[in-house]
């Protein structure tokens, strides 16, 4: 799944447009590297996203293609 739809399902960012865009500016980084909205995410990898001052940590733990809010959470896991 490309890494700009999965943090919109996983409702780690609320729109796919605005994840693609954080993506685009170098925010999103994918097991220490700069991640591409169209990178490939894999469970077990480590995405960082820096929206401002705030810095976020997640490790990968499921990918759906769909997910009800109460499942989204269980996408990930915070770090």
Excluded: F, P, Q
């Amino acid at each position: 799944m490309r890494l700009d739809k999965y943090l919109k399902v996983s409702r780690i960012i609320k729109r796919r447009t605005v994840a693609n865009e954080a993506c685009d500016a170098g925010k999103v980084e994918v097991n220490g590297k700069v991640a591409r909205a169209s990178y490939d995410v894999k469970v077990g990898d480590t995405i960082k996203i820096t929206l401002g001052a705030r810095e976020n940590s997640y490790k990968v733990l499921a990918i759906n293609e769909h997910a009800l809010k109460e499942d989204a959470a269980k996408m990930y896991e915070s770090l």
